[in-house]
């Protein structure tokens, strides 16, 4: 059964240091997400990528973060300067059609740890 | 403000036993609603969803949903819970065509034998 796949399962940086975190998303998707999760909290929505530009974005998704397709199959998400505010599980998601209405299929997350 | 709210943190349930999971919400539509598990080390995994039409609706593993409009509830359930049902449980939803997903704090449920 197709799955997203999400590496590395645990990152362990430095506060301002760039960390790039990668995804593979269900081969026939289009639409690509992250989520993050910090401990003891909700997973909260980051942001969501179609054809080669954000759909949407929270306001959590600032000038920190940016998204990529740098090829058909990686989907990654960058963070340029991290905070110790920034550990968190964080989520690659993709669908083949936009919107709540179509099922979303998560992969098993990334640990970010920020020392 | 919009949200989602899951008021349960922790159940414990004895093997065999019946589930119900709570889950509310507070928008100004009815949201498309969602259930999903996390096992440890795992992804979410969808149980089930609702759209429309039948308020009571089936999922994977042998739960179910019911959405309740008057009480802003989509609450889910299963008449025997198994060891290995213990997880994560997520409540979310979505409305209209935003992308996103909206998630409850999630409620963990410890199955004892």
């Known amino acids: 059964e197709p799955e997203v796949t999400q590496t590395p399962s645990h990152q362990v940086t430095q506060m301002g240091q760039e960390v790039i975190l990668r995804c593979v998303p269900i081969?026939?998707?289009?639409?690509f997400y992250w989520y993050r999760q910090i401990l003891g909290q909700k997973v909260e929505f980051l942001v969501s990528?179609?054809?080669?530009?954000?759909?949407?974005k929270s306001e959590i998704f600032d000038d920190q973060f940016s998204v990529e397709r740098p090829d058909g199959s990686n989907f990654t998400l960058k963070i340029r300067s991290t905070k110790l505010e920034d550990s968190a599980m964080y989520f690659c998601?993709?669908?083949?059609?936009?919107?709540?209405?179509?099922?979303?299929?998560f992969g098993p997350g990334t640990r970010l740890t920020v020392l | 403000a919009q949200s989602v709210t899951q008021p349960d943190i922790h159940i414990t349930v004895s093997e065999g036993a019946s589930l119900e999971l709570r889950c509310n919400y507070s928008?100004?539509?009815?949201?498309?609603l969602f259930w999903y598990v996390q096992s440890p080390g795992q992804g979410l995994q969808l149980l089930l969803k609702?759209?429309?039409?039948?308020?009571l609706v089936q999922g994977i593993k042998g739960f179910e949903a019911e959405f309740k409009r008057s009480q802003s509830s989509f609450n889910l359930r299963k008449p025997s819970v198994h060891w290995s049902d213990a997880a994560e449980y997520f409540c979310?939803?979505?409305?209209?065509?935003?992308?996103?997903?909206?998630f409850g704090k999630g409620t963990l449920l410890t199955v004892n034998p």
């Open positions: 998601a993709s669908s083949e059609q936009p919107g709540g209405r179509h099922e979303q299929f």
């Open positions: 081969s026939n998707h289009l639409y």
């Open positions: 990528f179609y054809n080669n530009e954000i759909s949407e």
């Open positions: 928008y100004g539509a009815t949201p498309y």
């Open positions: 609702y759209f429309s039409g039948d308020t």
């Open positions: 979310a939803v979505s409305v209209g065509s935003n992308y996103k997903l909206t």
